[in-house]
């Protein structure tokens, strides 16, 4: 039997862009897993891994009703849990480090890549002018989205045994997605910088509404960027390290301040 195209794929999960959970954090896909491994626990589950198992499972049934929507899913793999889709793909030797159309994309948000430490997945729907990966993911921000993410936090790619040979043209950049752009005017007065709540004078971690409101700015503007923080307004220790690593990145000192010099680099900066 002939199985899915990655157009066949990436046209179903395209139309799922939007999709979000329910208030009590279930979603179709997780129903859906529940229903085929006869546990109820999954229905609100974490479930990136499922969405795409849902999508892929959709997809062949579309295409060659419920034979083909087995097939699918032996040609994408069917799980709720990443590490163990990763491996599935790495003992099949088709597991790498190139991003191709319809692939999968395995992430780590500690940067470790090692596949046990795997946190999330989405599939590889294009690639923008200046590299940015164009991706489909499930469970981000309560809801399936279309993202653009740098290559920081990703430990592998999972290849399914695609139907048609070779791959799609890379869409081109959007001007929709995170780009370089003019900043916000710092708000704070001179030596003065947004950090970890300390007794040195000039610290700002978000203990008033004002500050609250420019951190969750720059918070806001790091996720945007392919980071995954919370946008709270507290400058907490998850937000220190990823200022540390954003600064790193830019070759200036790895302080995990926010001051009048790393400020403006979150919108001006190329996006890596």
């Known amino acids: 039997m002939i199985g899915i195209s990655s157009r066949e794929f990436l046209a179903v999960a395209k139309e799922q862009i939007g999709t979000y959970e329910d ?6 896909y997780g129903k859906w897993y529940g229903d085929r491994v006869n546990d109820s626990a999954f ?3 974490a479930w990136c891994d499922m ?3 849902w999508i892929a499972h959709e997809a062949g049934k579309r ?3 419920a034979d083909g929507a087995e097939e699918a899913l032996r040609q994408t793999g069917c799980f709720a849990y990443t590490p163990y889709h990763a491996q599935w793909f790495a003992r099949k030797g088709r597991f790498g480090t190139h991003a ?3 692939s999968f994309a395995f992430f780590d948000w500690g940067a470790s890549k090692g596949i046990s430490a795997i946190d999330h997945i989405g599939v590889v729907a294009g690639k923008t002018a200046d590299g940015l990966l164009v991706t489909y993911e499930g469970n981000v921000q309560n809801g399936f989205r279309k993202m653009y993410r740098s290559y920081r936090n990703i430990v ?3 290849y399914p045994t695609y139907a048609e040979p070779g791959q799609i043209e890379p869409e081109p950049a959007k001007a929709d997605r995170p780009s370089v752009k003019t900043a916000p005017r710092f ?4 030596g003065h910088y947004f950090g970890i709540s300390i007794t040195t004078p000039g610290s700002h971690s978000g203990t008033t509404p004002v500050d609250k409101k420019s951190i969750k700015l720059f918070q806001a503007r790091l996720k945007e960027r392919g980071w995954n923080i919370a946008v709270d307004g507290v400058f907490g220790p998850k937000t ?3 200022v540390m690593d954003f600064q790193d990145e830019k070759n200036i000192k790895a302080d995990g301040l926010v001051g009048a010099v790393t400020w403006p680099l979150f919108w001006t900066s190329p996006i890596t």
């Open 63 to 65: 295409k060659n009703g």
């Open 100 to 102: 191709t159309i319809g």
């Open 187 to 190: 708000p704070l007065p001179a």
């Open 23 to 28: 208030k009590n954090g279930t979603t179709p």
């Open 51 to 53: 969405s795409l198992a």
């Open 240 to 242: 220190k390290a990823i």
């Open 43 to 45: 229905d609100g589950a």
């Open 156 to 158: 592998g790619f999972g």
